[in-house]
């Protein structure tokens, strides 16, 4: 790779969005500003899941940011679409679940299954569904213009993308039963606090930030990186034995790669590695 950006047409039809890689850092950008980056209505599911899935096959990305042009990083659901019952929410309640089940609910099992580290760089109002995705997200980084909110009791719904699943997991229940039972909305600041974004910065140094902290991740040895994001995943899920027993066939894996022998090496000669990937 040159050191230029370069925008991927390996990827099949992404409509609403733009991807580019540099130095393993891929950068989704979702391009529907005209309705805030909204998740339904538009083709923003189909062009995250897609490169997602890429990304798991290729080796040229080790991250994954995901960002918002425009206004917000996005509204979640079309609110229009949910007056009109249109689109997803078109049809009767078995229409409508197998709906949510075929469209909005492959982001979080495709995101669930990314096999590399993903940063959202939350640049504007994360709503609804739109502050689901930014947590399903390994690491979230704001604008101090970001603006976050549980809002669907607001519209008399619930967090039909798996949102309850995700939000306890990292602000506790208490605070995410406070925060979907009152659907109120919050700024950076205090999202800082409860923990949910790791930094917030000025709007013109978002991309920014997010690029150098995807670049410092992406500069490590890729098969362990991926292996290191499996582990956490793992994690969430097992019980002490079963990922113990896991985690000494994930290292038993990184001692035989060549990147650790690289690793090793170069930390006694006291000279920066160079990694293969392999």
């Not at 540099?22 to 309705?35: N, P, S």
């Not at 208490?174 to 909305?185: C, V, Y």
């Not at 040895?221 to 896991?246: I, Y």
Request: charged fraction near 20%.
């Amino acid at each position: 790779m040159n050191g230029e950006a370069l925008t991927i047409a390996a990827v099949p039809l992404l409509q609403d969005s733009s991807l580019e890689l540099h130095g393993g850092v891929a950068v989704l950008t979702f391009q529907r500003d005209d309705v805030r980056n909204a998740l339904t209505g538009t083709a923003l599911v189909d062009d995250l899941v897609r490169t997602v899935q890429w990304a798991n096959t290729s080796t040229e990305v080790s991250v994954l940011v995901i960002t918002g042009a425009g206004a917000a990083f996005s509204s979640g659901g079309n609110v229009k679409e949910m007056q009109e019952k249109s689109g997803i929410f078109a049809g009767g309640p078995i229409d409508v679940q197998n709906q949510y089940r075929r469209g909005i609910q492959q982001v979080p099992l495709a995101l669930h299954k990314a096999e590399i580290p993903v940063i959202a760089a939350v640049n504007g109002p994360a709503m609804g569904a739109g502050l689901d995705l930014a947590c399903m997200c390994d690491i979230r980084i704001a604008s101090d213009k970001a603006l976050i909110g549980g809002t669907f009791i607001n519209l008399g719904i619930i967090p039909g993308d798996g949102g309850a699943w995700f939000l306890p997991r990292l602000v506790g229940y208490q605070r995410a039963a406070e925060m979907l039972f009152t659907g109120r909305i919050m700024k950076a600041a205090e999202a800082l606090q409860l923990g949910l974004f790791l930094e917030v910065v000025e709007p013109e140094e978002l991309l920014p930030r997010a690029r150098e902290l995807a670049g410092q991740i992406a500069a490590k040895p890729p098969q362990a990186l991926r292996l290191m994001k499996r582990l956490l995943k793992l994690a969430q899920r097992n019980d002490l034995p079963d990922f113990l027993d896991a985690t000494a066939c994930f290292q038993a894996m990184a001692h035989h790669s060549d990147d650790h022998l690289e690793a090793v090496t170069a930390f006694l000669e006291k000279r920066a590695p160079r990694y293969s990937g392999r």
